[in-house]
């Protein structure tokens, strides 16, 4: 068994990256139902991030979508994120939403929309200079909706294009994290769609590209952890995309539809030691909060993250590994849920008592009185930019 104290230690140190949209109205293309109190700037969104920071102790950084999140002074963005006691994370890059991406962005036919769809993308770097910020998310909603309307190959070509002459741009501590996604907004081709093309695009360009994993990608079915443990043999895992669903990229609380899922995920993180920030991985959140109330789903999250990475971390590694050498199926499958099945919220209440935290942060900010502040001093929030 792993000492209690290194668990509590690994508990404490654990980073969680929330995202500046979902602290903002969203929905879906039926409807966006407006919530009293939600930010109206990027200002706002981070002051926001920082509450969940202060109840949670492990949120210190947030992430931003650009050009949901465009400030004429990024320094002045990140001082004001310092003064709140956090800092700025991952820059998304957005190249979904204008006019010219109708055929795509860095796979489009046209050279010129290829050529505005690079240039956002430099801009985004441009803006991690300012910003201090590591890491570049690339995510395109690049693909095809009916057999014939491009070429398949010539898009990955034009996207290995666009990727060189971005990753060339980054400085020598920023990296690239390239997400894929199985289908939507795309319904035929995806240009990204799987973890294995992501992962080809990466090897090609060098070590500063890696994977992100948005648990919500994939085909109904596929074994998330198996990818996980692929990519880190592989030196390739850069960040997940946390969220859970039910069907498609649905976007609900990372651990509501499938904790075990999560479990499983964070075992194999914390089998290569790969929990700690040091190992490099960025741990975000990408969710929507259409129907609850933000904060406190945002809070609730990070707890369902952390409860699931406590199991992991008290699972028997050595009987474990005794169970696998002997070839004891029953006994290997009995430790790893005998960790799954014990109740780890006194353990992680402990942990946050031990930090000078409120062991309940969902309570705590039920009493803090900042909605009701918010909801008083904020008129007229602003959407996400999704599902608008
Ligand atoms: C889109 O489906 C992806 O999950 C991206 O990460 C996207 O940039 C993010 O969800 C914000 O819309
Ligand atoms: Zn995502
Ligand atoms: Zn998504």
């Not at 020598?172 to 199985?182: A, G, N, S």
Request: net charge negative.
């Amino acid at each position: 068994m792993p000492s209690t104290s290194e668990v509590r230690a690994a508990l404490a140190g654990q980073r969680i990256e929330t995202p500046s949209w979902a602290y903002a109205n969203s929905g879906t293309r039926f409807k966006v139902f407006p919530q009293p109190g939600v930010p109206r700037d990027p200002w706002e969104k981070i002051a926001d991030a920082a509450v969940v920071h202060r109840l949670t102790g492990v949120a210190p950084t947030v992430a931003l979508h650009i050009p949901w999140d465009e400030v004429e002074d990024f320094g002045k963005l990140a001082s004001h994120a310092e003064e709140h006691g956090v800092s700025l994370g991952a820059i998304n890059s957005n190249v979904f939403q204008d006019e010219d991406f109708k055929l795509g962005s860095v796979t489009n036919p046209d050279a010129r929309i290829r050529r505005k769809a690079v240039d956002h993308l430099l801009k985004c770097v441009d803006i991690m200079d300012a910003t201090g910020s590591r890491d570049l998310k690339l995510w395109f909603s690049d693909g095809t909706n009916y057999p014939g309307q491009d070429s398949i190959r010539a898009r990955q070509d034009r996207l290995a294009e666009a990727l060189r002459e971005v990753y060339d741009r980054l400085g020598p501590d920023q990296r690239m994290l390239l997400e894929y996604k199985l289908f939507e907004p795309a319904f035929y081709t995806t240009d990204v769609p799987d973890w294995g093309t992501s992962y080809a695009h990466c090897v090609e360009l060098g070590e500063k590209a890696t994977v992100c994993i948005d648990t919500g990608h994939h085909a109904p079915g596929t074994n998330i952890e198996f990818i996980v443990a692929f990519l880190l043999r592989a030196n390739k895992l850069g960040a997940f995309d946390f969220n859970s669903r039910f069907y498609a990229d649905d976007d609900l609380m990372v651990g509501a539809a499938d904790p075990f899922q999560l479990f499983r995920i964070m075992h194999e993180i914390v089998s290569a030691d790969a929990l700690r920030p040091e190992a490099g991985i960025a741990f975000m959140l990408d969710q929507c909060h259409n129907i609850e109330a933000k904060i406190p789903a945002i809070i609730r999250s990070v707890l369902n993250v952390q409860e699931a990475t406590a199991k992991a971390l008290i699972i028997d590694a050595e009987a474990l590994a005794e169970a696998q050498r002997s070839g004891d199926v029953l006994a290997a499958n009995a430790v790893l849920m005998d960790a799954y099945s014990t109740d780890v919220r006194p353990l992680l209440r402990e942990v946050r008592a031990d930090a000078g935290l409120d062991p309940d942060p969902v309570a705590a900010y039920r009493a803090s009185g900042y909605q009701e502040r918010i909801e008083a001093d904020r008129v007229g929030g602003t959407q996400a930019g999704w599902g608008a």
